[in-house]
């Protein structure tokens, strides 16, 4: 079992920034592909970015590719997601999950545990 805790949500105005952060405790957090995801009112969840396990790749949704950066300290066991030039879109609980699979996957039935989730309000 892993347990995600995720934190740095809050509200913030278009074209601000936040960061949020995943902390992971339980198995080797370094055996794990780690993604975050998000879910909008009345919308399903979405893929927004993926990091490997030695953080040496990632992947990125068109919507947040050049906005948002993510990236993981095996130290520290956390993942981070570096969120810049927010727009209203971008208003969703955001969720942090791993993926113990070989191949760093972006989408969800992959992952394997997941957080509960932090919310991020932009406003216009």
């Known amino acids: 079992q892993v347990q995600l805790v995720e934190s740095g949500g809050g509200l913030v105005q278009a074209g601000g920034s936040l960061r949020l952060s995943c902390a992971a405790s339980g198995r080797t957090f370094s055996n794990y592909h780690m993604g975050w995801f998000r879910q909008a009112p009345g919308k399903e969840r979405e893929f927004v970015a993926a990091?490997?396990?030695?953080?040496?790749?990632?992947g990125y949704s068109d919507s947040v590719k050049g906005r948002f950066t993510i990236s993981r300290d095996n130290a520290k066991n956390t993942v981070y997601l570096q969120m810049n030039s927010l727009k209203p879109e971008d208003t969703a609980v955001y969720y942090c999950?791993?993926?113990?699979?070989?191949?760093?996957?972006?989408?969800?039935?992959?992952?394997?545990?997941w957080g509960q989730g932090t919310q991020v309000t932009v406003s216009s």
């Open positions: 990091i490997r396990r030695s953080g040496g790749g990632t």
């Open positions: 999950a791993a993926d113990r699979t070989i191949v760093l996957h972006t989408t969800l039935p992959w992952y394997d545990y």
